[in-house]
């Protein structure tokens, strides 16, 4: 009994050593915030473009980090209600662009977390988040 116990235990502690070992992506070089407080469709196709081109452009100089923050008349994009524009933000998300609700500008508007994507994230304020990034060194695009 004694033995089938040890035995446990080395293999165990040899299944565990012998796991494969996981290299860290590096972080990207480059962070970038958007915001979108806009409520037309000329800025709403022209912001999703910009963010592709971005990271297309940066992808092979040490990649891209991505925020937008959508306040005002800009959250409307991210309400599920607004399904023309739900698969091309849902891309965006699933690039690893970060889709974030101002709660203040949801709180004016009367919009709860139920009416937004499942894929967007909200911040208190989304021009404190713009200026936290900005102090943080990212670049800013209005």
């Not at 035995?7 to 590096?26: D, H, I, R, Y």
Request: net charge neutral; charged share 20%; proline share 4%.
């Amino acid at each position: 009994m004694k033995m089938n116990f040890i035995c446990a235990v080395v293999v165990a502690l040899f299944l565990g050593s012998a796991a494969p070992s996981q290299t860290p992506t590096p972080a990207p070089k480059h962070h970038v915030a958007f915001q979108l407080s806009e409520a037309d469709d000329t800025a709403w196709n022209s912001l999703v473009l910009h963010v592709n081109n971005t990271m297309n452009a940066l992808a092979d100089d040490g990649g891209s980090q991505v925020e937008v923050v959508f306040w005002g008349a800009g959250l409307n994009m991210l309400k599920k209600t607004n399904t023309v524009y739900e698969e091309r933000l849902k891309q965006l998300s699933d690039r690893g662009v970060k889709l974030l609700a101002c709660r203040n500008a949801m709180k004016t508007r009367k919009v709860t977390t139920e009416d937004l994507f499942p894929f967007a994230g909200q911040v208190d304020s989304g021009i404190a988040e713009i200026v936290k990034k900005q102090e943080a060194g990212w670049a800013y695009i209005h």
